[in-house]
């Protein structure tokens, strides 16, 4: 028989694997993504909806944010199968964040994650600290979202410079 109380560790798991050093795309972690996004747009709240990949507000859909998102629905469902249950078990998945005020904490923001299962019952994983490692960037900068477009135009310059 399945034990729920294991499922307790998945907001967890899903917050620390997304936020941890092995997810790093072009100039930063996804914690300095959500972070200078948020400043950017003056928010104090998002969330994500980890099911769907889709933050809130819409303005957080960027590619390496999402990009990285995509990967922890599979985290869920190795846990959930690991533990006996079907993958279609959680039916929510959320991290909620709070950024205060960034002339204070300049670095720092708080993950609230959660999950919802087929019964309703909510397992929490209460505050998880975040905070952004690298220097501040525009993650709306589309040579920021896409190197790859830097060497291109680069490439494209010396052609032109050589006939």
């Known amino acids: 028989m399945p ?4 499922l307790n560790r998945i907001p967890h798991n899903i917050t620390k ?3 941890g050093t092995e997810r790093y795309y072009n100039g930063g972690y996804m914690g300095d993504w959500l972070l200078n996004a948020a400043k ?4 104090t709240n998002a969330s994500l909806d980890v099911l769907q990949v889709s933050f809130s507000p819409t303005e957080l859909n960027i590619h390496p944010l999402t990009l990285n998102a995509k990967d922890l629905k599979a985290i869920i469902d190795k846990e959930l199968l690991a533990n006996g249950f079907d993958t279609n078990f959680i039916k929510e998945a959320v991290i909620d964040f709070k950024f205060p005020d960034p002339k204070i904490y300049r670095t720092t923001f708080y993950c609230f994650p959660y999950l919802v299962d087929i019964d309703g019952k909510r397992y929490d ?5 975040e905070e952004g490692l690298e220097p501040e ?3 709306f900068d589309e040579l920021n979202i896409y190197p790859t477009k830097k060497q291109t135009g680069l490439l494209d310059k010396i052609k032109s410079l050589f006939g």
């Open 3 to 6: 034990k729920r109380k294991n």
């Open 17 to 19: 694997s997304f936020f």
């Open 125 to 129: 994983a209460g505050r998880i600290i």
């Open 40 to 43: 950017r747009l003056h928010l």
């Open 137 to 139: 960037f525009d993650p």
